[in-house]
């Protein structure tokens, strides 16, 4: 069981390292697969590893049902697919699965499901991950358990009701051991969000609702390792978000800033390009 830590110190350069491996082995998914959502899984990389390498979360890759560990959802499930390669440096499942997402007899698909060893739930339609994660919450608090759940959220995924029913849920039944990680990329599948529903201020609506919040940089390694350490310890009597901010397409230029890059494909010329230059 892997435990969790704050050094922040010790733990930044390797954390970086692990950011630009992830990132490079996201873009060599993409070219085998390109259907998956690669703008969005690229977004949330430095998330992951904060969680998973920066010792955050308690797991377990020999035992991921283990009831002593952290529950982590991903209602973005359609853009984690740069959670793969942490969980198979992790040890979920054998190495050579990455070579084959996508592909006839697979146990990894261009859209991930909780077939796969490491994901917890199933989230195609979004805006329910955050529902699962309160039902959750709230039956380890009824065992009494110490373990916290963890939920990764696009931005998005705001503009759904059932998720503010599950804001409201949590803020209701004092779900302390609830983090709710906000990937604020600002980018949804049709445009800026700003332009299809503005949720602006997060901060605030989740104040309104009980909620303590925090915000970080997303991509800041050591400002976010720090922020969800102390979002994860910090003992208060409310359910707690964390509200990171990122870029879509983080890493690939012709990706950040383009409104449609959750639904853009790179070319392989263009992902081979991309590889030399990060391993350059």
Request: proline share 4%; with cysteine; charged share 20%.
């Amino acid at each position: 069981m892997e435990e969790n830590s704050s050094n922040n110190t010790l733990l930044t350069p390797t954390l970086q390292e692990k950011c630009n491996w992830v990132r490079t082995e996201t873009l060599k998914i993409h070219k085998i697969a390109p259907g998956i959502r690669v703008a969005s899984a690229l977004s949330c990389v430095e998330i992951l590893v904060a969680l998973y390498y920066g010792k955050i979360l308690r797991f377990n890759p020999h035992n991921p049902s283990d009831e002593d560990r952290d529950r982590f959802i991903i209602s973005k499930a359609h853009g984690s697919v740069s959670f793969y390669p942490i969980l198979a440096d992790l040890g979920y499942f054998p190495f050579d699965q990455l070579g084959k997402v996508g592909k006839v007899g697979s146990i990894l698909g261009d859209i991930p499901d909780n077939s796969i060893p490491g994901y917890e739930t199933i989230n195609g339609s979004l805006g329910h991950g955050l529902g699962v994660a309160c039902g959750i919450a709230l039956g380890l608090k009824a065992k009494q358990s110490s373990r916290s759940v963890f939920v990764l959220l696009g931005d998005g995924e705001l503009f759904e009701g059932s998720v503010w029913e599950s804001i409201m849920f949590a803020s209701q039944h004092n779900l302390d051991n609830l983090v709710l990680i906000i990937d604020n990329n600002r980018i949804c599948m049709l445009d800026y969000c700003t332009k299809i529903i503005n949720i602006e201020p997060i901060e605030e609506k989740f104040a309104a609702f009980g909620w303590k919040h925090f915000t970080a940089d997303g991509h800041d390694i050591e400002e976010l390792h720090s922020v969800l350490s102390a979002a994860k310890e910090q003992a208060c009597s409310s359910p707690k978000v964390v509200i990171a901010n990122t870029v879509k397409g983080k890493g690939v230029p012709k990706l950040e800033g383009d409104s449609l890059c959750h639904i853009r494909a790179l070319k392989p010329e263009e992902i081979d390009a991309l590889l030399r230059e990060m391993q350059s």
